[in-house]
């Protein structure tokens, strides 16, 4: 989805609705703004909170037994590792 928006003299502008409704955007919500390598192109996004952000990342940790000796964890899982071994 595509659209002509103008910029005005405080370089403030208007997303269209049917652009906001896309993002599921509302007032107050907080966007990310980034300009490519050539600076021709700006890509808006809707920003994560940081509940949204801890849910998206939640699932790459691993429920274990917490770690409470680092130095003995690494060193058994060295031990293990088929990299280590000559």
């Known amino acids: 989805?595509?659209?002509?928006?103008?910029?005005?003299?405080?370089?403030?502008?208007?997303?269209?609705?049917?652009?906001?409704?896309?993002?599921?955007?509302?007032?107050?919500?907080?966007?990310?703004?980034?300009?490519?390598?050539?600076?021709?192109?700006?890509?808006v996004s809707r920003a994560l909170d940081l509940d949204e952000l801890s849910a998206r990342i939640s699932g790459y940790a691993k429920r274990r037994t917490p770690v409470t000796d680092v130095d003995a964890y690494y060193q058994k899982h060295r031990l293990e590792s088929p990299e280590s071994r000559p």
């Open 1 to 43: 989805m595509k659209a002509i928006v103008t910029l005005s003299s405080k370089g403030q502008f208007t997303l269209p609705a049917a652009l906001r409704a896309a993002l599921g955007l509302k007032q107050g919500d907080r966007l990310q703004v980034s300009v490519d390598e050539s600076g021709r192109s700006l890509t």
